[in-house]
Nanobody, 126 residues
């Protein structure tokens, strides 16, 4: 399975970006998809996750209300819309696929994700 993330860039505080992650998995529609991020010198942390159908989502407290995760199973793509960006959102953003968690559930546990993309850089200036 290959995950290709894109859409990162440099924006000013208060701006918006939309990340995309295209999957090569033939079972994408039966995978929980997540976004994680890692800032320099820090551990990788959970950002958002979405269930198979997209009905259930979960967000880190630091992004709730500003970020929205969505998916298009027909296009094998998951998205992360990021609004009201802050300098502390600066990080390398990774998409990941969890092919074990059952339908209707999501997980924020990094170790549950089986496949990872290469990351896309988001830089927010003050």
């Amino acid at each position: 399975v290959q995950l290709q993330a894109s859409g990162g860039g440099m924006v000013q505080a208060g701006g918006s970006l939309r990340l995309s992650c295209a999957s090569s998995s033939p079972t994408f529609s039966r995978s929980v998809m997540g976004w994680f991020r890692q800032a320099p010198g820090k551990e990788r942390e959970f950002v958002a996750a979405i269930s198979w159908s997209g009905y259930r989502t979960q967000y880190a407290a630091s992004v709730k209300g500003r970020f929205t995760i969505s998916r298009d199973n027909a296009e094998n793509t998951v998205y992360l819309a990021m609004n009201s960006l802050k300098p502390e959102d600066t990080a390398l953003y990774y998409c990941a696929a969890d092919e074990e968690t059952v339908s209707g559930q999501v997980t924020s546990a990094l170790q549950r994700y089986d496949y990872w993309g290469q990351g896309t850089q988001v830089t927010v200036s003050s």
